[in-house]
């Protein structure tokens, strides 16, 4: 049986409730990629052009710095990788995850908490920045029908 890890990046708790109950129905561990600075309520404002995730979004080689994983990626073969969907992408926090962990053989499941956006094309460009890993679409979190789908999607 594959070994399986739910990493996730959640700004404001939304993703981290859906990422812990993915975990417990993919019977995964879990860990969160955490920033080593915080985001704070404004600089989460994307209606702010100025705000900090709205200039990291603009700036295409931004990869904001992370704090020490709890749990090392390498060790698993299934990566469930969720995240809220900035801008209908990624925020670049994810790419500083992939970018900084050794992930080629896994397989990288994509997932993703959003108001009203798709997965679009995230799934595709995250691949760049992680070479030799298989990239599966798992769609968004919505519900626990949802989350059994992107459960199921790593199998």
């Known amino acids: 049986m594959a070994s399986k890890l739910v990493a996730f990046f959640s700004a404001t708790g939304t993703t981290a409730r859906a990422a812990k109950e993915l975990a417990r129905v993919a019977d995964a561990d879990l860990v969160e990629i955490r920033p080593t600075r915080p985001y704070s309520k404004a600089d989460l404002n994307w209606n702010d052009e100025n705000s900090r995730s709205s200039l990291e979004m603009q700036e295409h080689n931004m990869r904001p710095a992370i704090k020490p994983l709890v749990r090392n990626p390498a060790d698993y073969d299934v990566i469930y990788l969720g995240f809220p969907i900035w801008w209908y992408r990624a ?58 789908k992107i459960a199921e999607a790593g199998n």
């Open 91 to 148: 925020p670049k926090i994810v790419r500083t995850f992939l970018e900084t962990n050794n992930l080629e053989g896994k397989t990288i499941v994509v997932w993703a908490t959003s108001g009203g956006s798709t997965l679009g094309s995230t799934t595709s460009s995250l691949q760049r920045s992680a070479p030799g890993a298989t990239f599966v679409e798992g769609g968004l979190a919505r519900n626990s029908r949802s989350i059994q």
